[in-house]
């Protein structure tokens, strides 16, 4: 049971990444990240209201943290993905599974042979998955975006499962609570973020429906994930959940027919192996 939900919280996490990917052509970073968290909330606001939460703990804390993290690294990974090849900028943005696999050591857990493969193989499928020139589509700008993309998505992954284990509702209930507060700060106390999203009222009511889904498929991923880490450990759950670039590389290759070359495709694949490795 552990294995299937945080393997499904991949699926979801890629699908709708991909899609956020999409959407992230069109309109500005803030819009998308904020319209999909916007919607996100009200969804597990309504979860909450049914099920109810817990009394007031830690959990509040650790959902406050995750959604710090959160539109920071949802604002550089829709970016990169805007920018770059998705196929490429998935993979890279999974390395945030170094973050759990590390907290796992600092708490007593020891780093085994494979692990340590693991790293070396992501580490170096981090620099072939680049090119031959070490840049992507973008003037190099997808790289450094989506290694800073895993890094939040790690600190939210450990998070999150800190909190998950007293309340996973009320744990991303105030994650996205906190996202759409940072979001919205932001956009009203930087100028240059408010001019971004001006004229896009037409073109945001539109993409409405797809917001929503990427909302939703967000927070049913960190819900699922949730619950399964509350049964798993933090390694096995935290790699489990990181290989959603699978689903976005596969929409990227049969939707869009992006096309990489053989020294990409061995650093998306060395990437991804290290990833399961870290796991293991």
Same mark, same amino acid.
């Given at each position: 049971? =552990? $294995? ?12 709708? !990444? %991909? +899609? ?8 500005? $970073? ?13 969804? $597990? @606001?309504?979860?909450?209201? +049914? ?22 690294? #949802?604002?550089? %990974? ?9 196929? &490429? &900028?998935?993979? #890279?943005?999974?390395?945030? +599974?170094?973050?759990? =696999? ?6 007593? !857990? ?14 170096? /499928? ?19 975006? *989506? ?5 939040? %998505? /790690? ?10 284990? @007293?309340?996973?509702?009320?744990? =991303? ?19 240059? #973020? ?22 939703? #498929? !967000? =927070?049913?991923?960190?819900?699922? %994930?949730?619950? *399964? ?9 935290? +790699? ?22 053989? &020294? ?10 290290? $990833? ?5």
């Amino acid at each position: 049971m =552990v $294995v299937a939900l945080a393997l499904l919280s991949s699926l979801l996490w890629g699908t709708g !990444d %991909f +899609v956020a990917g999409r959407l992230s052509r069109r309109l500005p $970073v803030l819009l998308v990240v904020g319209g999909s968290q916007a919607c996100a909330l009200v969804a $597990v @606001t309504v979860l909450a209201a +049914v099920t109810g939460v817990a009394s007031p703990g830690r959990w509040l804390l650790w959902g406050a943290a995750a959604g710090v993290v959160g539109p920071i690294a #949802l604002g550089c %990974f829709y970016r990169a993905l805007a920018v770059g090849r998705m196929s &490429v &900028v998935a993979p #890279l943005a999974s390395l945030g +599974v170094v973050l759990p =696999v590390a907290v796992g050591l600092a708490q007593g !857990d020891a780093l085994t042979a494979a692990q340590a493969v693991g790293i070396g193989a992501a580490a170096v /499928g981090v620099v072939a998955a680049g090119g031959p020139d070490g840049r992507l589509a973008g003037g190099g700008r997808a790289v450094p975006l *989506a290694l800073v993309a895993a890094a939040g %998505f /790690g600190a939210a992954l450990v998070f999150l499962r800190a909190g998950s284990s @007293t309340d996973v509702v009320g744990t =991303v209930l105030v994650q996205r609570w906190v996202n759409v507060l940072l979001v919205s700060v932001a956009t009203a106390a930087v100028p240059a #973020l408010r001019r971004s999203v001006r004229g896009t009222g037409r073109a945001s009511t539109a993409a409405l429906p797809r917001l929503a889904v990427v909302g939703l #498929l !967000d =927070v049913g991923a960190n819900l699922l %994930f949730g619950v *399964a880490s509350r049964h798993g450990t933090t390694s096995l759950v935290g +790699v489990l959940g990181s290989v959603y670039p699978v689903a976005t590389i596969a929409l990227a290759a049969v939707l869009l027919r992006e096309r990489l070359r053989a &020294v990409q495709w061995l650093g998306v694949a060395g990437t991804l192996c290290g $990833v399961v490795l870290l796991g293991s």
